[in-house]
C-alpha cells in the first residue's frame, strides 16, 4: 500500500460530547506525523457532496471542552445507494484522500465497512456514542458526560421528589440500549431501573414499590428510551395501582447528548485520536479502535457492530440490593 498523506476525518450519528476532543486528536496526530488532514462535514453527506476543508493545528484550536462536533453530523440517505457511495469515492480521489478516521456509533461503522471494503479505502472508526453499546470498548466517547448529565438532572429531581414525597419515572437516552439508564440508575440510587435488555415484570416493579422501604416516600424509577412498555405508560400504570402515590414523568431527552466533555470523556477520545491514525500509519483498516481494561484494541467493524454491548448482570443484582 502506498503511504498514506492524507487523512480525512468525519463524525456521523448522534453528537456525542468528547467528538471535538477526538477530532482535534486525530488532526494534532496526523500533523505530528506530517500527514495532511482533511475535515469532512456532516458525516457521510459530505462525501458526497464534497464539503471538505483541510484541517490545520489551529482549526482545533479550543475545541477540547466543547461539546457537539465542530464537523457537524447526521444521516445520509445518498450514502446507502452504491450510486452515492460511488460519488463519495470519485470525491475522495479527487482530493487526494487516501484514509479516513469515522467517529460514530453503529451505523457509522456499518456504512464504514462496506465502503471500506467496496473500494479499498483504509477506515479506521472511533467509538462516538452517547449510548455505550458497541463491542470492543469499555466506554464509548460521550457515555460519561451523559450519565453524569442524567446524575446532575436526576439528583435535581430528587429535591422535588423528597420535598413533594413524589414518585417520579425519569425517562432517559438509549433506543436499544439500557446503558446509559443502568449507570446513572446506581449513580442515582434509583428504586428500579428498567431497561430493554431485561424484559420488565409490571407485577415485580409494583412488588418492589409496595415492599421498598416505608419511611422513604419519595421514589425515583429510570426507564430507558428502549424499554418494551415506556416511561409513558408505565407512569399511567403506576397511577393506577397506587393511587395514593403522587406521581410525575420527566423525560430528559436532548440535554444527555450536549454539554461539555467530562474529563474522562476527553481524556478518552484524545487516546482513541491517536490510536486511530497511527493504526492507519500501520496499514490497519475496516477496524474500530477501543479501550478495554486501559488497553488500546483495535476490533473488526464487522464485530464491534454485529454483537451490542450487553447490560452487565452484575449491575443488575446491585440494584437489586441496594433499591
Ligand atoms: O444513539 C444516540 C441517541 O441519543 C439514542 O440514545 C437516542 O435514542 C437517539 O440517539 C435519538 O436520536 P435523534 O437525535 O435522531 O432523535
Known sequence: MDKIKNIGVFTSGGDAPGMNAAIRSVVRTALHYDIQV??????????????????????????????????????????????????????????????????????????????????????????????????????????????????????????????????????VMGRDSGLIALRSGIGVGAEAILIPESKTDIDVLFNTLSSGR??????????????????????????????????????????????????MDRVLASRLGVAAVEALLNGKKCMMVGLMNQNVVYTPFDNAIKHLAEADPNLLKIVRILS
Do not use: W
Open 38 to 171: 482533511t475535515g469532512i462535514m456532516k458525516g457521510f453527506e459530505g462525501l458526497i457532496t464534497s464539503d471538505f476543508m483541510p484541517m490545520n493545528s489551529k482549526s482545533v484550536a479550543n475545541i477540547i471542552q466543547r461539546g457537539g462536533t465542530i464537523l457537524k453530523t447526521g444521516k445520509s440517505d445518498a450514502f446507502l445507494t452504491k450510486e452515492g457511495r460511488q460519488i463519495a469515492y470519485d470525491n475522495l480521489v479527487r482530493n487526494n484522500i487516501d484514509a479516513l478516521v469515522a467517529i460514530g456509533g453503529e451505523g457509522t461503522f456499518k456504512g464504514a465497512n462496506i465502503f471500506s471494503k467496496e473500494f479499498n479505502v483504509p477506515i479506521i472508526g472511533m467509538p462516538g456514542t452517547i449510548d455505550n453499546d458497541l463491542i470492543g470498548t469499555d466506554f464509548t466517547i460521550g457515555y460519561d458526560t451523559a450519565t453524569n448529565t442524567v446524575i446532575n438532572a436526576v439528583d435535581k429531581i430528587r429535591d422535588t421528589a423528597e420535598s413533594h414525597d413524589r414518585l417520579f419515572i425519569v425517562e
Open 214 to 263: 416505608k419511611d422513604k416516600a419519595s421514589k425515583i424509577i429510570i426507564v430507558a428510551e428502549g424499554e418494551e412498555i415506556g416511561g409513558f405508560e408505565i407512569a399511567e400504570l403506576i397511577k393506577e395501582k397506587f393511587p395514593n402515590y403522587d406521581t410525575r414523568l420527566s423525560i430528559l431527552g436532548h440535554i444527555q447528548r450536549g454539554g461539555r466533555p467530562s474529563c
